[in-house]
């Protein structure tokens, strides 16, 4: 709500409000190179045109540093709302596909455009209360990035400018405060998990995370790597199979994989096979993204063969 934005926030968004053409949420959005915005009118992230990334920025969470920059905090914690519970399904989702595009952009090197918005019900009830909706949402021009990401806590940093500028630490401890990071977020205990994990942990739990991935959406998934084929998922439908899939698992303890041979050979002599990987295989915000042969080298913790 108005109230809880910092009065210099507020009075910027309301001068961009007043000085553009009067559009609806979703207008904007459309405007700014989001073809399908219309179709996703409640995602946080959008992919546009030429690669952009747009995000939402809840102005209610932004924080003013004391050399004036605007910051606010990002819990990584796709599973808990900001203001307490256990998420739905599609917010899960929702939060995945935000936070994936947000990852992308820090991966890239890249910034990303920011809608800025207020909100008819207070933040802590974004989630919760059905009456939830947009009061205002206009369009930053200044390019926002990713400060800092940190895997561990659960927590990264998006900063309004330049880069080479971060909060400090007790302008990161006043910004918590605000109720920005669920309580889940940076569980010390999940954290350890995950950093003690084995890679062989990881792999298990990158496998049942694939497998009921493809079931979720009504495909069989067979798993054969006791068969040694060079992947490890058969995924088919009626009329066939669909996708050969070699899964590899990453976390915060184990974060490069590589290929076996077997597997290499299978990528270039099968039109199927494809390269999966679970990134954040342990934790609670594993989320997955799917590499051609010919673009395997580009991801995350990809090794070659010696």
């Not at 690669?51 to 102005?59: C, E, F, H, Q, S």
């Not at 203001?83 to 910034?111: E, F, Y």
């Not at 076996?260 to 270039?268: D, L, N, Q, V, Y």
Request: net charge negative.
């Amino acid at each position: 709500m108005d109230k809880e934005v910092d009065p210099k926030v507020l009075a910027v968004i309301d001068e961009m409000r007043l000085s553009g053409p009067r559009l609806t949420p979703v207008e904007i959005v459309a405007k700014m190179g989001v073809f399908d915005a219309r179709e996703k009118p409640f995602d946080h992230a959008w992919l546009a045109t030429g690669d952009n990334v747009i995000a939402t920025i809840w102005a209610e969470f932004v924080n003013i540093g004391a050399d004036g920059r605007w910051f606010c905090l990002e819990s990584l914690d796709t599973q808990h709302r900001v203001g307490g519970g256990v998420r739905s399904p599609q917010q899960i989702q929702r939060a995945k596909d935000r936070r994936a595009l947000l990852k992308r952009t820090v991966d890239a090197g890249q910034g990303f455009r920011a809608v800025l918005q207020t909100n008819r019900v207070a933040i802590a009830e974004l989630e919760s209360n059905k009456s939830a909706k947009v009061s205002t949402r206009v369009r930053d021009d200044a390019e926002w990035h990713v400060a800092t990401w940190d895997s561990d806590q659960q927590l990264a940093v998006l900063v309004r400018g330049p880069r080479g500028w971060v909060p400090g630490e007790a302008e990161i401890q006043a910004a918590k405060a605000r109720g920005s990071v669920p309580d889940a977020a940076g569980d010390p205990g999940v954290a350890a998990a995950e950093r003690s994990a084995s890679r062989e942990e990881v792999q298990a739990a990158a496998m049942d995370y694939v497998m009921r991935h493809f079931k979720g959406y009504g495909y069989k998934a067979e798993d054969v790597t006791s068969q040694n084929l060079g992947y490890d998922i058969e995924v088919s439908n009626a009329k066939g199979a669909l996708l050969k899939v070699a899964v590899k698992g990453t976390s915060t303890g184990v974060p490069s994989f590589r290929l076996t041979g077997e597997e290499h050979a299978c990528s270039a002599r099968e039109p199927l096979w494809r390269l999966l990987v679970v990134a954040d295989a342990i934790g609670s915000a594993a989320q997955h993204k799917i590499y051609k042969p010919s673009e395997m080298e580009q991801a995350p913790g990809f090794e070659p063969l010696d």
